[in-house]
């Protein structure tokens, strides 16, 4: 069985903004953006982070509430590059290491990883939509 891992068409000029940020090479570049197809499917970032399964779970009855671990619906492909990303990113970027340190502080390193994911990816659609470069 063989899977497409990135369509061919995808623009150029979004490869080359993606590949601005720590820890997104060439080829994480091409999966992300041909996972994403077009940022203007998201009229929001937190609808392009629900649409990599990166949002937190919610239990609720009445007034309780409690938020539980990422809901995990939505694109597999494109949530495992940006943990794989997120792992890059914290080794090589400032910003983003001490984001991981403070969230592995509270709530542990695996949680940690998913947070700079989620991070990364909010970054990735404002990156996307104003048509910019990262700029840590």
Not at 35 to 62: C, N
Not at 72 to 79: A, F, P, S
């Amino acid at each position: 069985m063989t899977h497409q891992i990135a369509k061919t068409d995808c623009n150029e000029e979004e490869v080359r903004t993606l590949m601005t940020m720590p820890g997104i090479d060439f080829y994480f570049a091409m999966i992300i953006a041909s996972e994403m197809d077009d940022i203007k499917r998201f009229p929001t970032q937190w609808k392009l982070v629900a649409y990599a399964g990166l949002t937190p779970s919610k239990h609720q009855s009445g007034e309780y509430e409690r938020r539980g671990r990422i809901t995990k619906q939505g694109c597999e492909r494109l949530r495992w590059i940006l943990v794989q990303a997120g792992q890059n990113a914290r080794q090589h970027d400032p910003r983003f290491r001490a984001y991981y340190e403070r969230a592995a502080k509270r709530r542990g390193q695996q949680k940690a990883i998913v947070a700079i994911a989620k991070e990364m990816l909010v970054i990735v659609w404002f990156m996307l939509t104003r048509r910019k470069a990262y700029r840590g």
